[in-house]
């Protein structure tokens, strides 16, 4: 059985944030809106922070996606070069 390759398991791993994290956000999201009506409004700034810094991953985990396939794709057309020869 092959191993994966790190540039399939750094995909897998970004397709799996890309799908959790925006759940983990509104979830804090929403933990927090309740901290702010139980009148704790430095928890409830925590957690916005907390939300802020996993959306700023999310957006860099589908950004990388793209490039992430275009990486994996160049190196097994290289290899396809390299049988061919």
Known sequence: MNAPSPLRRLLLLLL??????????????????????????????????????????????????PLVLCVQSLVASGRREDETE
């Not at 809106?33 to 860099?60: N, S």
């Open 16 to 65: 799996a944030g890309a799908l959790f994290l925006p759940i983990m956000v509104l979830v804090v999201l929403a933990v927090g809106r309740i901290l702010l009506a139980l009148e704790d409004p430095t928890g409830a700034a925590v957690l916005d922070r907390i939300a802020l810094g996993l959306g700023i991953v999310w957006a860099c985990a589908i950004v990388a996606i």
